[in-house]
C-alpha cells in the first residue's frame, strides 16, 4: 500500500466521526506529516476532464511549485481544495481527517486553507495597517466592528505581519497607493492575519518587477516551514529561487514531479509545457 493509500484509508475511517461536527475543525491531525494529499480526483466540465484520476500529496510546511501548461488542471486543482468544486470522484484531506470534499468553502477557510488570487484583493482606500485589521478571524458584524477597539495582543500582531511582508514603513499609507508588488505582499499578509496552516498562491509574481520578484522569493522561503505553500507559477526563474520539489501537471493529471532540473530535463514536460 502507498503512502498516499494509507493516509486516505486512515482518514476515511476517521472523517465519518469528526463530520458530525463539521465546524470543529480545530485540531489539525498531521500525524503522517501530510497536510494535504488528493487521491484520484476527477472533475468534469460538459465531458471535459479538467481533472483527471489526480493525486498528489504536500507535506507539513513544505514549499510546493506547481507547473503546466494552460489547460493542465491548477485552477480546477485548487477550486477542489478551497470548496468551490466539487469532484465528481477521489477523496481531498486536509491533515489526517477532514474531508474537504464534505466541507463548505467557510468552513476550509476557517480550518486553516488560504488563497490568493493572481490580482490582488485589497481595501484601496483604507490604510495598510486596516487591511490587515479587517483580515482578522474576528466577529464582522456591524455593532461589533463599529464598537470594537484593538488590544495589545492584536497590534503586536499586526506589527509582526507588516515586518514578514516588509511593509512597517507603509503602514499608514492607502493600500491603493502601493504598488503592484506591494499590494501582492499586502494580500498575502491579510491571508497570513487569518492564521493559514496552508497557502495556495496563484501565479503571486506576474506583473511585478525583477526585484520585487527576488522579494517575494525571500517571502515565500521565510514562511515555508511555518507554513505549507503550493504555489502555481510560470516564471521558471522564480521557481529556480524557490528550490523545493516541482510537480507538473498535464491533462489533469500529474506528468512529472522533482526539482527543477530533474523536470526540466523530463522529455514528457518538455514535449507538452516547455519545449512550446
Known amino acids: ?109 476557517h480550518a486553516g486553507i488560504g488563497r490568493k488570487f493572481q490580482k490582488p484583493t485589497i481595501f484601496e482606500n483604507h490604510t495598510v495597517f486596516e487591511n490587515l485589521e479587517l483580515a482578522m478571524k474576528t466577529d464582522k458584524r456591524v455593532r461589533s466592528s ?18 514578514v511582508i516588509r511593509l512597517n514603513s507603509q503602514a499608514e499609507r492607502p493600500a491603493g497607493l502601493l504598488s503592484h508588488g506591494q499590494k501582492q505582499w499586502l494580500e498575502i499578509g491579510m491571508l497570513l492575519m487569518q492564521g493559514p496552516k496552508l497557502l495556495l498562491l496563484d501565479e503571486p509574481v506576474a506583473g511585478m518587477t525583477d526585484d520585487e520578484t527576488a522579494r517575494t522569493g525571500e517571502l515565500f522561503k521565510s514562511l515555508a516551514g511555518k507554513h505549507s505553500l503550493v504555489v502555481v507559477e510560470h516564471d521558471m526563474a522564480f521557481i529556480e529561487q524557490l528550490g523545493g520539489k516541482v510537480t507538473v501537471l498535464h491533462e489533469g493529471s500529474v506528468l512529472a514531479e522533482g526539482d527543477l532540473a530533474t523536470v526540466q530535463n523530463d522529455p514528457r514536460v518538455i514535449e507538452v509545457y516547455l519545449g512550446r
Open 1 to 109: 500500500m502507498s503512502r498516499v493509500d494509507a493516509i486516505a484509508q486512515d482518514g476515511a475511517e476517521n472523517s465519518a466521526t469528526d463530520f458530525g461536527h463539521p465546524l470543529d475543525v480545530n485540531a489539525l491531525d498531521l500525524s503522517h506529516n501530510v497536510i494535504l494529499y488528493l487521491d484520484n480526483i476527477t472533475v468534469s466540465f460538459d465531458g471535459f476532464k479538467a481533472l483527471n484520476k489526480l493525486s498528489l500529496s504536500i507535506d507539513a510546511g513544505e514549499l510546493r511549485c506547481i507547473i503546466g501548461p494552460n489547460g493542465a488542471g491548477k485552477t480546477t486543482m485548487m477550486d477542489v481544495i478551497t470548496g468551490k468544486t466539487r469532484p465528481d470522484r477521489g477523496k481531498a484531506f486536509f491533515g489526517q481527517t477532514l474531508d474537504l470534499t464534505h466541507m463548505s468553502e467557510p468552513e476550509i477557510a
Open 146 to 163: 463599529l464598537f470594537s477597539t484593538l488590544n495589545d495582543e492584536t497590534r503586536d500582531r499586526i506589527a509582526d505581519t507588516l515586518q
